[in-house]
């Protein structure tokens, strides 16, 4: 068997992750749309950058909180949403491996991606969650 191998074309830092981007990103351009998402009413509205970041970060606060820490898996099942990107960027952000479950995933690929050794508290991520919907004026469901 060959072995190749190229000089690296960036260096990264060690202490680099997936979120640096939004951090990034908002420092440079705070007012450019990043995203777009439904409101409640059903139309959809910009998320500019630095809107983004101050999710994200304030997510990933309450994550940090509730338990979860650098290299915990933390299981996301959803339909394709606005959501599961700032999740997403949360996750990272704190640290932690985001573990995708699809809702068309067979039963078997569901519990098999969602065994561990401990489990954080609940109660403060069903209220992050909440307070987070009240402040993006997201509509239920969507």
């Known amino acids: 068997m060959r072995e190749y191998s190229v000089p690296a074309l960036a260096d990264i830092p060690s202490t680099a992750n997936l979120a640096d981007v939004v ?8 007012d450019a749309v ?10 959809w509205e910009d998320v500019t950058t630095a809107q983004f970041r101050d999710e994200v970060y304030a997510l990933a606060a309450g994550l940090i909180a509730a338990g979860i820490g650098a290299g915990d898996r933390v299981a996301i099942m959803s339909h394709t949403r606005y959501e599961w990107t700032l999740i997403d960027y949360a996750i990272w952000a704190a640290g932690a491996v985001s573990v995708p479950i699809y809702e068309t995933s067979p039963p078997s690929r ?7 050794r401990r489990r954080a508290p ?7 969650r909440a307070a987070h919907r009240r402040r993006a004026g997201a509509a239920p469901g969507t």
């Open 34 to 43: 990043a995203l777009r998402r439904k409101n409640r009413s059903g139309t």
């Open 122 to 128: 609940s109660s403060p991520r069903l209220r992050l």
């Open 110 to 116: 569901q519990s098999g991606s969602c065994r561990t």
């Open 23 to 30: 951090r990034r990103r908002a420092a440079e351009q705070p």
